[in-house]
């Protein structure tokens, strides 16, 4: 008797290395994955801009990135006291216009060289449809609504056209990045749970169809994991709507599983033995044991330096 559905997922055409760059951005699904990445030793940049949600931001943070735009005062806006742009997380928030500038700016600086590397990957976890646009403004989409009053803006779902208009611009405008796109399984329960599964399908019909036009975009089934392989409030958090830390560890066994090559599994298998050798605490220094112990991560070190992180 089966208690678990059985699910496999495909794997990229071709299978990522732990050499490759790989930027992170879009929800806070994306924050588990990166750390998890960081962990095991990979090159990464997360979340240049911060947490967002509505992949019509999320593509205009990354154009912004490729294109190395200089944010200017103009981008700047004013409320109780705080500056912040539109298409920037509230971490960026300042009570210092100036320090704004110069720490968002210095951000895309490093986010455009970041993302001009060859082979770099670029992780995108898209979680709602729903927008929020200035009334002031038509059409303008924010990133983040910085707690200004709801009545200064018009929310509504996306179209799968207007999604996949905006993102067939950023992958014909980036060939040499291959995209990995994936839906957050993290509930937005505030918009509704009948308005959150029809947003979640907008975002999943947008990715299907971008898959089938564009040669550089794959997509990972994190949501389908979560929502339905594991399929139980058990690898959710007591809130109910994000998922634990067993189930985003299973996320990212399956991401390894599904898309490294061999030798970057075998990379993270050292990496684990290697983490666990440095957190391991030895009692009693100056002993023998304590001695033999320090010889043994410091050849393990340089094995490993030699076996991974030297250009051969």
């Not at 509504?156 to 611009?169: A, G, K």
Request: hydrophobic letters at 40%; one cysteine or more; a neutral charge.
């Amino acid at each position: 008797m089966d208690f678990k559905l059985k699910f496999t997922p495909k794997s990229p055409n071709q299978r990522f290395n732990y050499k490759q760059p790989m930027l992170l951005t879009g929800s806070c699904f994306a924050d588990n994955i990166s750390d998890l990445l960081k962990q095991h030793q990979f090159h990464v940049l997360a979340q240049p801009y911060g947490v967002v949600y509505n992949p019509i931001s999320i593509a205009q943070q990354l154009l912004a990135s490729f294109k190395g735009k200089t944010y200017t005062e103009n981008d700047v806006v004013f409320h109780q006291g705080i500056y912040h742009t539109w298409q920037h997380h509230s971490v960026f928030s300042t009570s210092n216009k100036n320090d704004l500038l110069q720490k968002i700016n210095a951000v895309v600086q490093e986010s455009h060289a970041f993302i001009h590397q060859p082979n770099t990957i670029v992780y995108v976890t898209f979680g709602s449809a729903f927008v929020y646009e200035l009334k002031d403004i038509p059409g303008f989409i924010t990133a983040n609504c910085h707690k200004h009053p709801q009545q200064n803006f018009n929310k509504r779902l996306l179209t799968v056209n207007e999604i996949l208009r905006c993102w067939q611009d950023v992958m014909t405008g980036l060939p040499h990045v291959q995209f990995v796109l994936t839906v957050s399984p993290v509930r937005h329960v505030k918009d509704g749970l009948f308005e959150n599964n029809v947003s979640k399908g907008i975002l999943l019909q947008a990715i299907y169809e971008l898959c089938k036009q564009q040669s550089n975009a794959y997509y990972f089934p994190a949501y389908e994991i979560v929502v339905d392989e594991l399929r139980d409030y058990r690898f959710y958090e007591t809130d109910l709507i994000h998922p634990t830390a067993q189930a985003i560890e299973y996320v990212w066994q399956q991401l390894a599983v599904t898309c490294f090559d061999e030798l970057t599994q075998q990379f993270l298998v050292d990496v684990k033995a290697l983490n666990a050798m440095r957190n391991h605490r030895v009692m009693h220094e100056g002993t023998i044991v304590h001695d033999k112990f320090i010889k043994a991560l410091k050849d393990e070190e340089i094995r490993f330096k030699l076996t991974y992180l030297t250009s051969k």
